[in-house]
């Protein structure tokens, strides 16, 4: 059972009053709010936001959807010719090709994101690494997971764990460029790609002066302002499915300008003589991680630290986690399977709220 590279844990958001495309609230004195969606980095990016303007709808409107979509693509289609694994001739596709030691110019999204994920990689002691990158593919879910797997031997593991390690990645930020300190290195940011996306966008809207909206790929979060109702947005986080345990009850949580971001070891994974191999990996071991903590939410204010947080913590596991999470007065919720001795009585599931994560949703009820 192998799912694509790119899912991950869903988070749905309560808009149930929107249309597919978009919809104009009555009367000449409310907002107008319009929805936005399409394809992107396979999974699909949704955009909420509202304003009060004149009624113009043309694209030379810089406020008017028609308009939006059109910088949304052009944003998106620009971030994944930089960072996509899955286009051959992307810069990031490139720079893993990149069999040498001097120093290769990237664009400036490429070089800041991969900034931020070092920042990550020093917060959390290298639970974040996107070097994995060989590793990821060694164990089938890097961009050729269509072939036959073969699982990897300790040999193959330890190979490859040569070549992990974001001290082995130097960065030249006068001349934009980064350099491998081994020929092999290559990296992989899915992990994070979708969160900086986020960001790209909500700073567009920012941009246009639009105070409120929401903006979401493949269920990483960002909301500013107020909904339709003139609530916080809402956003509902999904429990595992019932393979893992009980999933009776989704956690709702209000956004005021935050992001929010979650990762699963549930939802891309295979199953082999009785053993489940998910596509989280633990750096320091090179192998897929494998305890209790089956998915974790970060919340932020930008998208692309909750992003990578998320899965930092997901590596991490709760233990560990919960202690650097309030040490770093991060916002976190795990969430654990608990599985029962008699195998005949379902599993339950339990969250466990860093001490932020409780003091903000206590702040906003």
Request: proline letters at 5%; a negative charge; glycine letters at 6%.
């Amino acid at each position: 059972h192998l799912q694509q590279p790119w899912l991950r844990v869903g988070i749905a958001i309560i808009v149930s009053t929107l249309s597919l495309a978009f919809f104009l609230t009555q009367g000449q004195n409310f907002p107008k709010v319009f929805k936005l969606s399409g394809a992107t980095m396979g999974t699909e990016y949704r955009v909420v936001y509202r304003y009060q303007s004149p009624s113009s709808s043309s694209p030379q409107n810089r406020k008017s959807p028609s308009y939006i979509r059109q910088r949304i693509t052009a944003i998106l289609q620009e971030l994944n010719q930089q960072v996509s694994t899955y286009i051959p001739d992307s810069q990031i596709s490139q720079f893993n090709r990149w069999h040498s030691t001097e120093p290769f110019v990237v664009s400036f999204n490429f070089f800041h994101i991969l900034q931020q994920a070092k920042d990550i990689f020093t917060i959390t002691g290298g639970a974040f690494d996107p070097t994995v990158a060989p590793l990821i593919n060694l164990w089938g879910f890097g961009e050729a997971s269509d072939t036959e797997l073969v699982l990897p031997s300790d040999s193959d593991i330890t190979k490859q764990m040569d070549s992990v390690g974001f001290e082995l990645i130097t960065f030249h930020e006068q001349t934009m460029s980064i350099q491998k300190n081994k020929p092999s290195v290559a990296v992989n940011l899915s992990s994070i790609a979708k969160g900086y996306g986020v960001d790209l966008i909500a700073r567009f809207l920012d941009e246009l002066a639009i105070d409120d909206y929401l903006v979401e790929i493949g269920g990483e979060v960002r909301a500013k302002g107020k909904n339709a109702q003139e609530q916080y947005w809402q956003i509902a986080i999904e429990s595992p499915n019932s393979e893992w345990g009980d999933v009776s009850a989704s956690t709702v949580v209000p956004l005021n300008h935050q992001s929010v971001a979650t990762s699963g070891s549930y939802r891309n994974y295979f199953d082999r003589d009785g053993r489940r191999y998910s596509h989280i990996i633990e750096p320091k071991s090179g192998y897929p991680v494998n305890h209790s903590t089956v998915s974790v939410t970060v919340m932020a204010d930008e998208c692309v630290v909750a992003d990578g947080l998320a899965t930092a913590f997901l590596v991490l596991g709760v233990e560990e986690g919960l202690k650097l999470a309030d040490q770093r007065e991060l916002k976190v919720l795990f969430t654990q399977v608990s599985r029962h001795q008699d195998p005949g009585v379902m599993n339950k599931l339990v969250t466990t709220p860093s001490r932020h994560w409780s003091a903000y949703i206590a702040a906003l009820n």
